[in-house]
């Protein structure tokens, strides 16, 4: 799904741009009500183990694979606000280090991938997760149905994208047949990653599920043989130690997922790579401004291994990633802390 330079031409482009810079400017503003204790040092993880899971590539058909675009699990996971800013993160990563999705395409990317996937996403899981039973298992099986439904509307919202400003003159009903066709295969495996995602995280503490807020079943006591909530007060707190095992364990587990797992992802061209192959898209794609990067391809210059080139390229990338995505959900939680300090509230409020 990532779209290379010259798919798009240049106004369609900007336009893209303007708005991708508009939805960041507004989700920077909403995650400062998302990040608190909790979801903070969950979100620069979250941006790592989307890195290393794009990474992935799996058969979805003949000669086609598909990667996990994020959206959803996300969103769900630490807010959509924040998830969009996950997302966007992942993507200019991507751009600058391992020249996969153009930089000038850069505002297509982020209104496809990380805008349309999350706010679509997050709308259908709140919707049912209001009307299923209020139980865990619904969320997961929420995620499960978010997610899914995610990658055909990116898909959507490109072919659209394309139809404004495409460069090549390929009908359109073409186009969209083939990107939604292969993008609901796509939004298969999307959803098993995110359902199974979230479930693992939700089994362990769903206190760092955003999207389970309010869902969690207070501790039971037994009093004179009948089981009653306990008070809210008495209800133990999560120790800051269990916080440090969550995130190195995701961490561990996107170190070696991209470092390792990757060596045995597909190496098929993607969905949006085979319909622009097959259909002709692809004619006018532009080089890279990032070709020469030492990590372009996902492999680092000058190693000659594959396996260690791969790896080590996987590493640096979740490493530069984690690194990128705390700082600035770090930035926006402090400048959170700040706006609603005592000495920032006026007198008389």
């Given amino acids: 799904m ?4 010259g798919f798009i031409n240049a106004p369609v482009s900007a336009a893209a741009g303007v708005v991708a810079a508009g939805a960041l ?21 979250v941006a790592a183990f989307i890195f290393a899971v794009q990474m992935l590539n799996f058969p979805v058909a003949a000669g086609t694979s598909g990667h996990l675009l994020g959206g959803a699990l996300a969103a769900i996971l630490v807010g959509p606000f924040t998830g969009v800013l996950c997302v966007s993160v992942v993507l200019l990563m991507q751009g600058i280090l391992f020249a996969d999705g153009g930089l000038t395409a850069l505002g297509v990317n982020i209104t496809d991938m990380a805008i349309t996937t999350t706010v679509v996403s997050y709308v259908v899981f709140r919707g049912l997760v209001k009307v299923l039973p209020r139980k865990r298992r619904s969320v997961t099986v929420a995620s499960f149905v978010a997610a899914l439904l995610s990658v055909p509307a990116a898909a959507v919202v490109f072919t ?3 139809a404004v400003g495409g460069t090549t003159d390929v009908a359109l009903s073409k186009v969209a047949t083939a990107m939604v066709g292969v993008h609901v ?9 995110t359902a199974l995602t979230v479930g693992a995280v939700i089994a362990v503490r769903p206190d760092l599920v955003y999207g389970a807020r309010g869902l969690q079943q207070r501790l039971k006591l037994r009093v004179n043989g009948e089981l009653v909530d306990t008070p809210a007060a008495a209800a133990p707190a999560p120790a800051r130690s ?3 095992k969550v995130w190195i364990t995701g961490l561990v587990t996107s170190l070696v997922l991209a470092g390792f797992v990757s060596f045995y992802a597909s190496a098929s061209p993607d ?33 000659s291994d594959a396996r260690l080139s791969g790896g080590l390229a996987g590493v640096i990338g979740v490493g530069a990633t984690v690194a990128a ?9 402090r400048r959170r802390t700040t706006d609603t300090s005592p000495a920032s509230v006026p007198e008389g409020v």
């Fill in 242 to 244: 269990s916080h440090r």
């Fill in 160 to 162: 659209l994208v394309y």
């Fill in 271 to 303: 969905g949006l790579e085979k319909v622009a192959k097959d259909k002709g898209i692809d004619t006018r794609t532009k080089p890279h401004a990032s070709e020469d990067s030492p990590l372009a391809g996902y492999g680092v210059k000058d190693v």
């Fill in 325 to 333: 995505g705390s700082g600035v959900f770090w930035a926006v939680r």
């Fill in 25 to 45: 400017a507004v989700s920077l503003r909403g995650a400062r009500r998302e990040l608190d204790e909790r979801t903070a040092p969950l979100a620069g993880l």
């Fill in 2 to 5: 990532h779209v290379p330079d």
């Fill in 185 to 193: 295969l796509i939004g298969i495996g999307e959803a098993v990653i």
